[in-house]
């Protein structure tokens, strides 16, 4: 993977209070903390509340193989939007049931939508054009441009990149185990579907970290998962490049990492090591702040750790 496929994507800019339960935006739209149902906005076409629609399984690319027994990959399934699971700043996320009529086969789905039109930051996007070498001239002038087609291209984009990623640290975690993402079912356009992370009776969403507070030996081991999380995406060559305690799942004493469409490629990027140290900070100053000895966080050791295990010091 080239660096210019993973293009760093901008700091958050949270700020204070970065640790609180959710994103002050979040709450100042006065949703709760917890992610919960809402219902989606009623649209014309038949993904409406209570819709369903065929699955768009045979339109779109597909996950590693093998698929996971627990996917519905028939081509008679429906999918049914049960509401919104969280809306964010680039994308929104909504839960799907992909079910086969009159049979007992179903699964629940996460399914990401990235935003293509006026809605999204464009700001990101201007240094993501910068790195990127796109070989279509038509295309580029639309991206640099912001034409409709231009922005439906770069949502597409940070919606390939996040599958791309998901595919690849999937594969690894099948293999050596020692990382958690949600599988990736399938990309369409700019549209991703994912593994549900929680649980799939109550349909309720695994809490990101920030909304939990582990007992001691919970955070300890939270923090042991995250630690070998980093090794493996540092031996693949990677930084998140976005982490925090909001793009980490807690499912069943589990760590879930998300949120991967600017992952790093630290080799090749001069600014990955500053990625890396940047990832390294935020999420041990939540584990200090929530208790862990500031000697088992230590971000200098921790980052130096990683750099090696990435073959770079
Ligand atoms: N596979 C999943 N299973 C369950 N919940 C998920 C899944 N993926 C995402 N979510 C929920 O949706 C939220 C937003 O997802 P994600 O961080 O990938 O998108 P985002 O648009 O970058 O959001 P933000 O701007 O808030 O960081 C997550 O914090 C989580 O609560
Ligand atoms: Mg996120």
New binding site residues.
Partial sequence: MRDDDFPARGRRGRGKGRFDDD?PQFLKRGRPAE?VLTDPDPGPDDDAPGGDAWSTWDQAVHGPEPHPAWLVTELAARDTDLGV??T????D?HLVRRAVPDTDRSCLL?V?RYRDAQHRLFHRDAGYLEGRRVRRSRENRAMAGRTAFGRQMIAGQWAAAEFAALSRLWEIGAEHGRISV?YPVQLLGTELM?????DPDEGL??P?LAQCRPEPAELRSLWEQLVDALVVLARAGYAHGDLSP??L?VHAGRLVM??LPQVVDVVANPQGPEFMARDVRVVGAWFTARGLPADDTDPAALTALLLREAGIR
Avoid at 88 to 91: D, I, L, V
Avoid at 194 to 198: A, Q, S, T, W, Y
């Fill in positions: 994103e992610p699971l969280k964010g700043k680039e994308a996320v996460a990401k949600p994912l593994e549900f992370v929680g969403a695994a990101r909001y793009n799942l998300i949120d």
